[in-house]
């Protein structure tokens, strides 16, 4: 599946990896370049990377206020994902500023900060998958018994999301999206991987989540027709067909409506 690399049995989304090397390759840059202007790398650096983070979700929650308003412990939620990048530089930045002497050292500071910048910007352009077609959908059933078929979604877009009972980042997302599912005027097909219904229902009864969007695939075909090795998975499909975003692992509310405003054109 774009957007992912599989190494054995995880699976790693690409943005989140590319995320972490670069902070690693920021801390290696800075140990290697300060030091020759009679600078110490290791307390400014480290300030600048946690403010820069701290800073950068702050700004995400802000930004998406009204999504975390439902859950404000949701906000600490860090691996969901949900950082700007902006707001994470310019305080990193600040930092380094602010820490560094001589002035030399600063400049270089400043500017590895820069080029960090401009490399996740533009990798995470060139990473972005193209928007492809959905494979074809397995058979797939409600937990009534009646049939999901391709013809109730045509000309619409939809959301699609991957589960199981037994994944834990599942289970802590179902009752958000089961909930979304209820009030949403995009589809959002909750689709069960491989479970038997008796299961799935003894399930949702404990936990007090609706069944109404839940979707049997018993085969767990769609995860073979993604080559999608990790759950959850959600997929976000454009009127046409497209599949335009794909997020692999627990998502948060935030994510599911910035990604649904975008299939809405908003």
Known sequence: MDG???????????DRL???ALLIGFMFAMDRILPREGASAVPATGLAIVGGLIAARIAYVAQHGD???????????????????????????????????????????????AVFGAVWFAAS?????????????????RLGGSPVTP???????????????????????????ADMA????????????????RAIQDYLLANRVSPAAVVLDRSSAMMRALENTALPATLFVDESGQVVATHVGEISRAAMTAQMDELRGE
Request: glycine share 6%.
């Open 4 to 14: 992912v690399v599989n190494l054995g049995p995880l699976a790693l989304a690409t």
């Open 67 to 113: 999504a975390f308003a439902h859950d404000w412990w949701s906000s600490l939620a860090f691996w969901q994902g949900g950082f700007s990048a902006w707001a994470g530089l310019i305080v990193a930045a600040a930092i380094l500023a602010w820490r560094m002497r001589p002035v030399a050292a600063m400049g270089k500071g400043l500017a590895t900060v």
């Open 151 to 177: 013809e109730d979604l045509t000309g619409q877009p939809f959301v699609v999301n991957l589960w199981a009972t037994w994944c834990p980042p599942c289970r802590r997302e179902l009752p958000m999206l």
């Open 182 to 197: 209820a009030t949403s005027d995009i589809p959002i097909l909750l689709i069960n991987q491989g479970e038997e219904p």
């Open 18 to 20: 590319l995320a972490v």
């Open 125 to 141: 352009a060139l990473l972005r998958p193209d928007p492809r077609p959905l494979p074809d959908l397995p058979q797939l059933e």
